[in-house]
């Protein structure tokens, strides 16, 4: 067996990627460590954990370690007990409308959690660490695409706190030959997804007879990547991808206003309805575009989800998990943000 840890496992993309390299490497024994903040939800791996309750004790698999990665006499105990092989970082905060209002969350988890995290992979000489990073941080591309070599450009508070983890993690590669890898994904969809987002919002909006808030004119263009096509991806680089590397993983471009009249279709609504065009977001980027062929040569991988295709299952499962979702949007965590959101207010 294997120990591997998971940063912000109970988060969106985390506990998906969980769910994945559970059932896919039953050689792995995976501990998640996740501090719980308003978007850490430990339902998301229910499932999981209702598998773990049926073994054994001595054949269990998984581990929920609740704590904080900026924490440091913490992650000392945890690397120093279980010896960890691999280390994957999905531990951040990741809203840029929040980020606009306030940025200090941002700089503790996403730039002082990586020191602290990759401090301790240096120190417990972990063989791979793998680093969750975003297209965001090439900021706005208006024209061509942003390959891994092409410079950062960060447009709000949250893409620049991640810009600088990104940095982070190159400069200990650089410096100290820490075995780290980057990945920088697109735009992620699917379930579990936290309902501030543009698709769970617009979903369960529209399921509530609600209006959908939709940034300016809503042309933002965007790469669209399913959330087990990234799980396949980074379960690809973690496992066979070369160390010292920088890897995109990229989607389909649609600008905000394809998806939302791609949900309202499938959900059997009029999106000119349902939505209300809201002021844009300071200094808002129109584009992004991560070009992954880099990955697609290096290790093959190729998407296998097209959004067109998916949106149908994506709103059924939310559909089928109104109880999900309608706990994390009655809560006062949401309800605070979502009345700014809402409005296009950014102070």
Known sequence: MENILITGGCGFIGSNFIRHIYHAHPNFRIFNIDVLTYAGNPENLRDIERLESEKPKNERRYQFICGDICDDKLLAGIFSMYDFSLVINFAAETHVDRSIISMTDFIRTNIGGVRALIEAVRNYEVPRFVHISTDEIYGDVLQGYSTEDTMLRPSNPYSSSKAAADLIVQSFIRTHRVPAIIIRGSNNYGPY?????????????????????????????????????????????????????????????????????????????????????????????????????????????????????????????????????NAIKTKKEFLEHYVKQSKGQWS
């Not at 920088?246 to 000119?272: C, P, Q, W, Y």
């Open 193 to 325: 997804q936290y309902p501030e987002k543009l698709i769970p919002l617009a979903v369960t909006n529209l399921i509530e007879g609600k209006k959908i808030p939709v940034h300016g004119k809503g042309g933002h263009m965007r790469s669209w990547l399913h959330v087990e096509d990234f799980c396949r991806a980074i379960d690809l680089i973690a496992t066979q991808g070369p160390l010292y590397e920088i890897f995109n993983v990229s989607g389909e471009e649609k600008t905000n206003l394809e998806v939302l009249t791609m949900i309202a279709r499938h959900l059997g609504k009029d999106l000119s309805v349902h939505k209300e065009h809201i002021n844009d977001r300071p200094g808002a980027d129109l584009r992004y575009a991560p070009d992954s062929t880099k990955l697609k040569k290096a290790l093959g991988w190729q998407p296998m989800h097209r959004i067109e295709d998916s949106m149908g299952d994506v709103a059924q499962w939310y559909l089928n998990n109104r109880e999900w979702w």
